[in-house]
Nanobody
Framework: VQLQASGGGLVQAGGSLRLSCAASGSTISNYVMGWFRQAPGKEREFVSVISMTGVGTYYPDSVKGRFTISRDNAKNAVYLQMNSLKPEDTAVYYC??????????????????WGQGTQVTVSS
C-alpha cells in the first residue's frame, strides 16, 4: 500500500488542522492505520492509531482530547483532526499502515508502511 499525507500548514496556537492520508495500491480496510510525527532534532513520536473497522483508537497523553483519528474505508482515506494546537505540535506528520493493531504502534513504532510526511507548523 502507498500512502500520501496532505493538509499540513501554518496555524496559530489554538487553531485547528485536518490532515488526510490517501492510500493507493491496496484497500485500507485490510490495514490498521495511524499517524506519527517527528520534530527537528527529536525522535519519531506516535500520535494515533485506528483499527481496521474504526472501532478501536489509541492516543498518547500528549494529544489525547485534542486529536481525533478517523477513517473512511470507502474513500480509502484516513484523517487526523487536530484541535487546540500548540507550538510543541510542530513537526512533520506521517501516515502509516500495518496489518496488526497493538502496542507495536505506541511502544516500538515499528510498522510496515510509511507515507511521505506533511509539515505542520504551529506559531505561538
Amino acid at each position: 500500500v502507498q500512502l500520501q499525507a496532505s493538509g499540513g500548514g501554518l496555524v496559530q496556537a489554538g487553531g485547528s488542522l485536518r490532515l488526510s492520508c490517501a492510500a493507493s495500491g491496496s484497500t485500507i480496510s485490510n490495514y490498521v492505520m495511524g499517524w506519527f510525527r517527528q520534530a527537528p532534532g527529536k525522535e519519531r513520536e506516535f500520535v494515533s492509531v485506528i483499527s481496521m473497522t474504526g472501532v478501536g483508537t489509541y492516543y498518547p497523553d500528549s494529544v489525547k482530547g485534542r486529536f481525533t483519528i478517523s477513517r473512511d474505508n470507502a474513500k480509502n482515506a484516513v484523517y487526523l483532526q487536530m484541535n487546540s494546537l500548540k507550538p510543541e505540535d510542530t513537526a512533520v506528520y506521517y501516515c502509516a499502515a500495518d496489518r496488526v493493531y497493538g502496542s507495536k504502534w505506541w511502544r516500538t513504532n515499528e510498522v510496515d508502511y510509511w507515507g511521505q510526511g506533511t509539515q505542520v507548523t504551529v506559531s505561538s
